[in-house]
């Protein structure tokens, strides 16, 4: 059975860090690209970070460049989001999505507060 759990979100003040980790099971974890999908209040969910399945390539959207960072340990069957200098922009339930597949996570919430 597959399975995608994100862990790590919660309310942190303007400028705070977080740390979120998604880890996977039930599948070859290690051959697909693992993306981040924020789904923001009133908004449709969308992508904005992704990396490839060795690791080797990360893609951020221009909103979190300098900021947020991705990486995965595939002994682990994790892929995490380092997320610094957090904003209220920031708020929304982050999504866990294995790139190809229709294997999401139920999402964990991060709220920065104005």
């Known amino acids: 059975q597959v399975q995608i759990v994100e862990s790590g979100g919660g309310l942190v003040q303007p400028g705070g860090s977080l740390r979120l980790s998604c880890v996977a099971s039930?599948?070859?974890?290690?051959?697909?690209?693992m993306t981040w999908y924020p789904q923001a209040p009133g908004k449709e969910r969308e992508f904005f970070a992704g990396?490839?399945?060795?690791?080797?390539?990360?893609k951020l959207a221009d909103s979190v460049k300098g900021r947020f960072t991705m990486s995965r340990d595939n002994a682990k069957n994790t892929v995490y989001l380092q997320m610094n200098s957090l904003k209220p922009e920031d708020t929304a339930v982050y999504y866990c999505?294995?790139?190809?597949?229709?294997?999401w996570g139920q999402g964990t919430q991060v709220t920065v507060p104005s």
């Open positions: 039930g599948f070859t974890f290690m051959r697909y690209g």
């Open positions: 999505y294995a790139a190809g597949t229709n294997y």
């Open positions: 990396i490839t399945s060795v690791g080797g390539i990360t």
